[in-house]
């Protein structure tokens, strides 16, 4: 049947359009019995698992990947971590549980994504010295720590008096 319907097809976007159509068709199926896969499970599970994922990634990033040298070979071991935080949200159905969805969206293929890539460049809040805690938190919540010489730099007393003088003056008019 494949030879067949290669034969058919007389041009090259033909033959382009059906192989993107088999494409579609065989993640459309994937998907399906992902979703039927993963709806008999209960929410609190699905909930416990969305806490689980991150974690067992943490640690793998902290323990194994920051051992590595920055650049390709820490990409290179950071490829399951990144197909972890891409596959973790869905876990939740996309039509019924649409904010925890859309949460794990936020977090982990977005946010916990770009952190481990810039983690991989040596830069960015991961690639410090950090305990296991630490370490979770900011690659789980939408956090980056600030620097100690930044912050007093940035709030000294001088600054809070022009700042302070300046909305007032702002209030005032």
């Known amino acids: ?14 033959l382009l359009l059906w192989f ?22 209960p929410y609190l599970y699905r909930l416990a698992a969305a806490f689980l994922i991150p ?21 290179v071991a950071c490829v399951p971590v990144f197909a972890f935080n891409f596959w973790s949200p869905s ?3 996309e039509q019924t549980q649409l904010i925890s969805n859309l949460i794990l969206n936020l977090c982990f293929v977005w946010l916990c994504n770009f952190k481990v890539f810039a983690l991989c460049l040596n830069r960015g809040a991961l690639s410090r010295r950090l305990s296991s805690l630490q370490f979770y938190t900011i690659y789980v919540a939408p956090v980056t720590p600030r620097d100690e010489l930044e912050g007093s730099k940035r709030w000294s007393a001088p600054l809070r008096v022009r700042a302070l003088s300046l909305s007032l003056c702002c209030i005032s008019h």
């Not at 399906?32 to 993963?38: E, F, I, K, P, R």
């Not at 640690?59 to 194994?64: A, G, N, P």
């Open 1 to 14: 049947m494949l030879l067949k319907s290669v034969r058919r097809a007389s041009s090259s976007s033909e």
């Open 20 to 41: 993107g159509r088999q494409i579609g068709n065989f993640v459309l199926q994937k998907q399906l019995s992902a979703h039927v896969m993963v709806s008999n499970i």
């Open 55 to 75: 974690a067992v990634c943490a640690w793998f990033v902290s323990v194994v990947v920051c051992r590595l040298r920055p650049g390709w070979p820490r990409l």
């Open 91 to 93: 876990i939740f159905d």
